[in-house]
């Protein structure tokens, strides 16, 4: 009754229930692996971040392989959006530095480059400007860099102040 020789509707219903779990958990592992990844992988770079006050230079930034950049005037630095994303995505300056940052808008949209808490921001650029602007890091922390014309979490950063 209600079923084809030894196979039931709720036989049916039970092999579709298992395969839901099976296929929510397999989805909740790799969430979980990845999550671990990425925070793995931004705790091996918070720890090549150098500790600049232990330096006897000035000003630094990293891109994203580590690689520092010295000036001891102002600090210049390029940031460029491209392909989604910003590089460098960490930069790196003493407090009080005087800071001459450009930024390269390599998108074919409309793009601007924000530190949120600096009250520091680009104008929006049309695709292929950039802009030059130049403050001084008065406060000491650690400040997302994003644009506010994208919900693109790849198109963030950050900017500290030592």
């Known amino acids: 009754m209600g079923g084809f020789g030894n196979f039931t509707v709720l036989g049916f219903f039970n092999i ?13 592992i790799v969430g979980i692996i990845g999550y671990l990844f990425k925070n793995l992988s931004l705790l091996t ?5 150098p500790n600049i006050q232990d330096q006897d230079t000035t000003h630094f930034y990293l ?6 950049h010295v000036n001891n005037q ?10 989604m994303t910003f590089e460098p995505k960490i930069i790196i300056v003493n407090k009080g530095s005087k800071v001459k940052l450009t930024f390269r808008n390599d ?19 049309e695709p ?12 000491r922390g650690e400040y997302n860099t994003r644009s506010t014309k994208s ?12």
């Open 16 to 28: 579709i229930l298992d395969t839901l779990i099976f296929v929510f958990i397999a989805f909740l």
């Open 45 to 49: 770079l918070h720890q090549q971040i």
């Open 63 to 68: 891109n994203t392989e580590g690689k520092q």
């Open 74 to 83: 102002v600090f210049e630095c390029v940031v460029t959006s491209y392909n």
């Open 107 to 125: 998108e074919d949209v409309i793009n601007n480059f924000v530190i949120e808490g600096m009250n520091v921001s680009t104008d929006i650029l």
């Open 128 to 139: 292929k400007t950039e802009q030059t602007i130049e403050f001084v890091a008065e406060l």
């Open 151 to 162: 919900f693109v979490k790849s198109r963030s950063g950050k900017f500290i102040v030592q």
